[in-house]
């Protein structure tokens, strides 16, 4: 989206805008995304000193993989980046469109739990432990172990 400076307010007060951009606008469509269908993003505008400041309150619904259970789970995202921009002369027109991109590529959970506590797949038989027992003998030995030589 690119936001025209002739509709920022000049006299040093906020201009906001609002815009939802798809996933395919932001380029995110990568691996490491499961699923991200749009941003929705406030955009808060402010002249100072021939620069504009501006601050994005951005959310979205991203789908993870837990990086324990392997489980796909959704999870709501709501954050703020505050951006910077020089000017030049003849400019006339604002595009944040990439420096949003890298930003939610930065702040997206680089190891997902699907909730703090979960307690990951059974290395013996693989089975979800959130989901289910197993009798299975598991760390117990080398954790009692390493508990002995710390
Ligand atoms: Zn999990
Ligand atoms: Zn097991």
Redesign the pocket.
Known sequence: MNIALKDISKSGDESVFKNRYKSEELDLNIDRFIKLEYVDAEIKVKFKDNKLDVKVNYLYNGKFR?V??L?EFERHIKNSVYLKYDLSFDQEFLDITEDIRNEIILSYPSKP???DD?K?LCPVCGKNL?LYDCDCEKQELNNSFSKLTK
């Open positions: 837990c324990r259970c489980e739990l699907c909730k979960c990951g959130n």
